[in-house]
């Protein structure tokens, strides 16, 4: 439970850290992707989702 509540916070951290040091970048970002189709996002979703399992899994090995 102490790692997911870890993964979390870095989670949180480096999300903070794009608004904090770039907030002008952060609502480009967002502007853009409301342009993109529902699909589309999803896809990438699941895409980083499996990458991110992948990594940690990586890291437990």
């Known amino acids: ?3 997911i509540v870890a993964a979390f916070g870095l989670v ?8 904090a ?7 480009a970002m967002m502007k853009q992707g ?13 895409f980083v989702l499996a990458a ?3 990594v940690v899994w990586l890291a437990r090995f």
Do not use: S, W
């Open 1 to 3: 439970m102490n790692d």
């Open 12 to 19: 949180l951290v480096i999300e903070g850290l794009l608004y």
């Open 21 to 27: 040091a770039a907030p002008m970048v952060a609502k």
């Open 34 to 46: 409301l342009a993109v189709p529902d699909g589309q996002l999803r896809a990438m979703g699941l």
């Open 52 to 54: 991110g399992v992948g």
